[in-house]
């Protein structure tokens, strides 16, 4: 079942296979990854939630040795444990982080991706890497019918679901803690919950509470959908 978000469903699955070629420098640096830690996850990370969710969180990529490694996204490093204790304490995640995807969390109403699915070098993705995971992200977008709102970590996520909605980037510049009404989603900005953002003071952990507090308040107010 399709929103009406993304015109038509895209022809392709709203999840990359975890040996996805597309994009050649991404494989390189996944296999010389794999051959050194061969019990890592080392692929394109799948998303983590259900369909049926009303947020739609969105990261940049996997983190070499967080979801690159451990197969869930924002699992197994410093932005993951900032992330999950904000979902658990705003009520978008039941259970114990444990910074391992077999702890047993479940989100709630929530679905957790990223621009980009497979870990870039130095966290940067070329734009070309960007463009060619666009197929997924947009087909992800596709198949979750009950979206209302998004949150984008950081300008690439941001620049990626404004790509993928196909409306112009100078409409909604991005900035931490801006709302966007985008049809019949919310987008609401943050900057990306990195050890570097923190560790420089450019995000607080009441920054980020901030903006999920703006969420939370957003989609309790939400006509016509179920209650939690
Ligand atoms: S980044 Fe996306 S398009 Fe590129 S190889 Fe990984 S899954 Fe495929």
């Given at each position: 079942?399709?929103?009406?978000?993304?015109?038509?469903?895209?022809?392709?699955?709203?999840?990359?296979?975890?040996?996805?070629?597309?994009?050649?420098?991404?494989?390189?640096?996944?296999?010389?990854?794999?051959?050194?830690?061969?019990?890592?996850?080392?692929?394109?990370?799948?998303?983590?939630?259900?369909?049926?969710?009303?947020?739609?969180?969105?990261?940049?990529?996997?983190?070499?040795?967080?979801?690159?490694?451990?197969?869930?996204?924002f699992?197994?490093?410093?932005?993951?444990?900032?992330?999950?204790?904000?979902?658990?304490?705003?009520?978008?995640?039941?259970?114990?982080?444990?910074?391992?995807?077999?702890?047993?969390?479940?989100?709630?109403?929530?679905?957790?991706?990223?621009?980009?699915?497979?870990?870039?070098?130095?966290?940067?993705?070329?734009?070309?890497?960007?463009?060619?995971?666009?197929?997924?992200?947009?087909?992800?977008?596709?198949?979750?019918?009950?979206?209302?709102?998004?949150?984008?970590?950081?300008?690439?996520a941001?620049?990626?679901?404004?790509?993928?909605?196909?409306?112009?980037?100078?409409?909604?510049?991005?900035?931490?803690?801006?709302?966007?009404?985008?049809?019949?989603?919310?987008?609401?900005?943050?900057?990306?919950?990195?050890?570097?953002?923190?560790?420089?003071?450019?995000?607080?952990?009441?920054?980020?509470?901030?903006?999920?507090?703006?969420?939370?308040?957003?989609?309790?107010?939400?006509?016509?959908?179920p209650?939690?």
């Amino acid at each position: 079942m399709a929103n009406t978000l993304i015109s038509s469903v895209p022809d392709c699955p709203p999840e990359a296979p975890r040996d996805c070629p597309r994009c050649t420098r991404l494989v390189a640096f996944r296999d010389a990854s794999a051959a050194a830690n061969p019990g890592w996850f080392n692929g394109a990370v799948p998303s983590f939630g259900a369909d049926a969710a009303r947020l739609l969180i969105v990261g940049l990529a996997p983190g070499l040795k967080g979801a690159n490694r451990t197969g869930r996204p924002f699992t197994g490093d410093y932005a993951g444990d900032l992330l999950y204790s904000t979902l658990l304490a705003f009520g978008f995640a039941r259970g114990t982080y444990r910074a391992d995807p077999k702890d047993g969390l479940q989100l709630v109403d929530c679905m957790i991706t990223n621009a980009v699915r497979c870990v870039p070098p130095g966290n940067k993705p070329l734009p070309q890497e960007i463009t060619s995971c666009r197929a997924y992200f947009s087909s992800r977008l596709a198949h979750l019918p009950r979206l209302r709102a998004m949150v984008a970590l950081g300008r690439v996520a941001h620049d990626q679901t404004l790509a993928t909605l196909g409306v112009r980037k100078a409409l909604y510049p991005f900035k931490h803690g801006a709302r966007h009404e985008i049809g019949q989603v919310v987008l609401f900005d943050s900057l990306h919950c990195s050890r570097l953002n923190t560790n420089t003071g450019r995000l607080t952990t009441a920054m980020f509470h901030d903006v999920f507090r703006d969420v939370r308040a957003f989609l309790d107010q939400d006509h016509g959908t179920p209650r939690r």
